[in-house]
């Protein structure tokens, strides 16, 4: 089988989530080919630099600068139209080039086609709103499942849930993968495939060693998503711990910048680490600060080092307030 991958390039989070799909595909003799644009394809491709890989329509948003996004989101709505447009004019161009069994789409809206059986990925079937806009709640995962039903099926990297409470309590992602509500008559068929993380799989081992760099951090912060957000956050972890003893790394989630450390007194900042540079980094830290997106669970949560994170939602983003709050109830 010949399967197309292609995630959303906003942060890292989607492309690493893919990773052990891809994984798992290869393990399973299908040829996969990478899709998609920016540093989510950078990823991919270094780690599986043999793969062939397509480009994508790139998505170029930005959030604002402060705590609300409203605004930044309702002004990028005709260009994210533009943008799922583009993307599905390619993956037609593409399937008339050649014959591709499967599409894994990781929330890109465009990439369905009644060529090919085309999956779409994501943990939201409930669009959280900003405070203020929670009774459109409904009509949003409505439009949202407008999207997804153009596609043969929806996979949720989540548990399904024991059935005895909605959401379920043993759930990574609570309201958000389990709504209350169901839009029925637009709904493909859904599967729960459990979480994604890179971390799951065995990754190239580390000697361990009491006066390896990685050893020495007491804090590491492992920092991704939109402009100028993620870079209002590394601002604001370089000014709550210079100076102090402990030393702290800054993992900046740039996969596009070259690997240079940059020493800070007692910080350290590097662009990004491989998968067993960063496992060593998170499991011998005392501490962890990231991003509450969903990606970044689900590896700390392979990792069995949830309780040891500080998650710092996106000003503005409810998905991410969301998560925090529950994994906090249900710790």
């Given amino acids: 089988m010949k399967i197309l991958v292609a ?7 989607h492309a690493s989530r893919c990773i052990p799909l891809v994984q798992r595909f290869m393990e399973e003799g299908h040829e996969v080919i990478l899709g998609g644009d920016g540093d989510s394809l950078i990823l991919l491709r270094k780690h599986f630099p043999k793969l062939r890989y397509v480009y994508l329509a790139p998505l170029n948003l930005r959030y604002s600068r402060g705590k609300s996004q409203v605004f930044a989101i309702s002004k990028s709505i005709p260009a994210l139209i533009r943008w799922s447009f583009r993307d599905h004019v390619m993956l037609e161009a593409i399937l008339r080039e050649e014959s591709i069994d ?12 009644p060529r090919t059986e085309c999956i779409y990925m994501t943990h939201q079937l409930h669009i ?11 009509m949003a995962s409505r439009v949202h499942a407008r999207i997804y039903a153009h596609f043969n099926k929806v996979w949720v990297p989540d548990f399904p849930g024991d059935g005895k409470s909605i959401p379920p309590r043993d759930t990574l992602a609570g309201e958000l993968s389990h709504p209350s509500f169901r839009i029925k008559h637009l709904q493909c068929p859904i599967e729960y495939i459990g979480p994604l993380s890179r971390f799951e799989r065995p990754v ?9 760099q990685e050893k020495e951090y007491g804090i590491v912060s492992v920092l991704s998503g939109p402009e100028p ?25 740039l996969m596009s910048r070259p690997m240079v450390r940059i020493k800070q007194r007692n910080i350290t900042i590097i662009p990004h680490l491989n998968d067993a540079e960063l496992q060593k980094a998170l499991l011998n830290a005392d501490r962890i600060i990231a991003r509450s997106g969903y990606s970044t669970i689900m590896d700390l949560h392979a990792l069995g080092i949830l309780g040891k994170a500080e998650l710092i939602p996106t000003p503005g983003q409810p998905e991410q307030e969301y998560l925090a709050t529950w994994l906090n109830a249900h710790a």
């Fill in 7 to 13: 995630p959303l390039n906003w942060g890292l989070g």
């Fill in 102 to 113: 499967r599409v894994v789409s990781d929330n890109r809206f465009g990439l369905y086609s």
């Fill in 128 to 138: 959280l709103l900003p405070k203020g806009w929670h009774w459109a709640e409904k």
């Fill in 204 to 212: 190239q081992s580390v000697p361990q060693s009491a006066d390896t």
């Fill in 229 to 253: 957000q993620r870079s209002m956050l590394e601002a604001e972890i370089k000014q709550r711990f210079s100076g102090q003893e402990q030393k702290v790394l800054i993992v900046q989630g």
